[in-house]
Structure formats: structure tokens, C-alpha cells
């Protein structure tokens, strides 16, 4: 047990270069990598249940405690992102697939890895979970209205299957997480450690599913795809940031709100997309996923510093108190 412990632990800290890994081997060994593709849902609805198990009530009292910021933080995830997706793809004029792509990461939830980024951030954990919960719980109705409304036009979709999809492989599993962790807290406790490993290799060998399905796609569109990826991704760190900055949020909150809306559940958006549209739909999520973990680990280290040099100065703690708690994670990479 000690040392899984260790390796769950390793993979937690290196989780961004194993996503990059499994982005590789979907390029090196594509037709293997590709046999994964028909696992895409059950392996999200593994890593939702992990979700879950990790999850307790008291992490929802930030909404009692402190509602303006949940509101906030909310609000900015279902406005921002899917809007940037949409105006990012039609300002560099993606084919209609990759557009749908970029619409489905912008409409999903939080990113899994969220909470850790925040919390290597120095940022409002509680407020972090709290958002990644909440997004989580409000997308069967939230990302399929919100495809309905900005790829509607583009292509054809089915509102309804993408309701049914999101609450087998998302509501569903978070739901039954919980659930086992109020009947059987104990022994939940003692595996809760190890779920790095379930998390981050699920998100690894759905990138490498969705990569090995586009090997050709990567290779011919994959630069420009990227661009769209980084742009989505750079500016809703920044507006998230400023949505939270505008609203009164102290700094903390507002470091919480940024990575909750810069990161996405691109494996539900993964899933979606393969599921619903074309597998080439899938790619902005694939690459996302790779990206959104290297940013958000690069933007943490800055903020990380940025806190420790100002605890050392003559000014330390002026604007560094957390709105809600700032505890451990209890959310997965």
C-alpha cells in the first residue's frame, strides 16, 4: 500500500507529462492506440466515480458560506468558456467538426485537475471544489443547451442524446461516488490516496485513444488546432481572472475562479464528440487536455512564487487571505 501510495503520488506531481505521453503514443502507435476509442466513456465514467468517492458534503457549505463567489465562479464558467470556444474557431475559420470541438470543451465543466492547480496555486480550495462540483452536477442540462445554442446552426445535434450521454458518464458515476463514501467513509478513506493513479491514467489513455483516432488530423491540422487550443485556454484563465478581479473576489478567489474556468473536462468533451458527432470533432478536446495541465502547472509556480515572496515582504498577508478556506484538495488530477 506505501507504495502505490508513493506511485500515486508521482503520478499526481508528473500528471502533465504523462498526458503528454499518452498524446505521443497516440502518434506512434496510432491503430493500437485507436482500439482504446470504444473504452473513451467507461474510462470517464471511472475517473467521474473517482470524482465522486473523493467529494464530501462539507464541501458544499462554501455555498452557504460564501455565495457570491460560487455565483460568480459559475457564471464565468458557462459564459466564458463556450463563447470564447465558438469566437476562437470562427475567428481562425475551423471546418465545422473541429467547431463543434471547441464549442463541446468550452460547454463542459471544470477540469478534474482543478483542484490541484489551485492548490499549488495558493489559490481558495474549498471555492475550487466547490466549482468543479457544481459545473459538474449542472452540465446534463447546462452543455447540452449551450451546444444546442452555439453549434446548432453549424451542424445537426441531438440535445437529448448529449443529456442522456453526460448522465451515464458523469452525473451518474459522481452520484454513485458519493454515495459509496457515506456508506463505507472508512474504507473510502484508505484508497482515497491512490485515485492519481485512476484519474490521470484515465485522462492519459483517453488522449491517446482520441490522438490514435486522428493521427492523420494531428498531423495536418494539429498546429492550428493547437493555436485554438492555447488561445481558448489563455484568455479564459485571463477573463476568468478578471470576472472574479471586477466582482470584489479577493485574490485567492480570484486565482480559484481563473483555473476553474481556464480548465475543462476535455474527457467528457472528448467523449461527446466522438460519440455524438465525428472523432475529428474530438481533437481541440485531446489537445486541450494536454495543454490546460501544462498552463495551469506553469501559472501555479508563478503564483505559488509570486505568494512566497510577498509572506516575505514587509506587506505580507495585505491581500492574500482566502474568501472560503484554503485547505487540501479533496478533487483528483
Do not use: K
Given at each position: 500500500m506505501a507504495?502505490?501510495?508513493r506511485i500515486a503520488d508521482a503520478t499526481g506531481r508528473w500528471f502533465a507529462a504523462l498526458i503528454l505521453i499518452g498524446l505521443v503514443a497516440g502518434l506512434?502507435?496510432?491503430?493500437?492506440?485507436?482500439?482504446l476509442s470504444p473504452s473513451v466513456p467507461l474510462l470517464l465514467g471511472v475517473i467521474m466515480f473517482g470524482m465522486g468517492l473523493s467529494l464530501r458534503p462539507a464541501d458544499f457549505a462554501i455555498i452557504v458560506t460564501h455565495p457570491r463567489a460560487v455565483l460568480v465562479g459559475i457564471a464565468a464558467q458557462y459564459t466564458i468558456m463556450p463563447l470564447l470556444g465558438f469566437g476562437v474557431a470562427w475567428a481562425l475559420d475551423l471546418p465545422a467538426l473541429l467547431t463543434v470541438g471547441m464549442i463541446l470543451v468550452g460547454a463542459a465543466p471544470g477540469g478534474t485537475a482543478s483542484n490541484v492547480i489551485v492548490y499549488l496555486a495558493r489559490g481558495d480550495v474549498a471555492l475550487s471544489v466547490a466549482m468543479t462540483?457544481?459545473?459538474?452536477?449542472?452540465?446534463?442540462?447546462?452543455?447540452p443547451l449551450l451546444v444546442l445554442w452555439l453549434a446548432g446552426s453549424t451542424l445537426p445535434v441531438d440535445g437529448a442524446g448529449l443529456v442522456v450521454s453526460i448522465l451515464q458518464v458523469v452525473l451518474g458515476p459522481v452520484l454513485a461516488g458519493l454515495l459509496v463514501r457515506l456508506v463505507a467513509t472508512r474504507l473510502v478513506e484508505r484508497v482515497l490516496p491512490l485515485l492519481?493513479?485512476?484519474?490521470?491514467?484515465?485522462i492519459v489513455l483517453v488522449v491517446a485513444a482520441v490522438v490514435g483516432a486522428n493521427s492523420e488530423s494531428v498531423l495536418s491540422t494539429g498546429p492550428i488546432v493547437a493555436l485554438a487550443v492555447i488561445l481558448h485556454n489563455g484568455m479564459g484563465l485571463a477573463l476568468g481572472y478578471g470576472a472574479a478581479r471586477?466582482?470584489?473576489?479577493?485574490?485567492?478567489?480570484?486565482?480559484?475562479?481563473?483555473v476553474e474556468v481556464g480548465m475543462q473536462n476535455s474527457g467528457l468533451a472528448a467523449t461527446l464528440a466522438a460519440?455524438?458527432?465525428?472523432?475529428?470533432?474530438?481533437?481541440?478536446?485531446?489537445?486541450?487536455?494536454?495543454?490546460?495541465?501544462?498552463?495551469?502547472?506553469?501559472l501555479a509556480t508563478y503564483w505559488a512564487r509570486r505568494t512566497l515572496a510577498a509572506e516575505s515582504g514587509p506587506d505580507a498577508g495585505a491581500d492574500s487571505g482566502p474568501a472560503a478556506g484554503d485547505g487540501p484538495s479533496t478533487g483528483t488530477p
Open positions: 507504495l502505490l501510495t506512434v502507435v496510432p491503430d493500437q492506440a485507436a482500439q462540483s457544481i459545473s459538474t452536477l449542472l452540465a446534463p442540462v447546462l452543455t492519481p493513479l485512476v484519474s490521470v491514467g484515465g471586477l466582482t470584489g473576489l479577493p485574490e485567492t478567489a480570484r486565482r480559484a475562479v481563473s460519440g455524438h458527432f465525428a472523432p475529428l470533432a474530438a481533437l481541440p478536446a485531446a489537445l486541450f487536455s494536454v495543454w490546460h495541465n501544462l498552463s495551469g502547472a506553469l
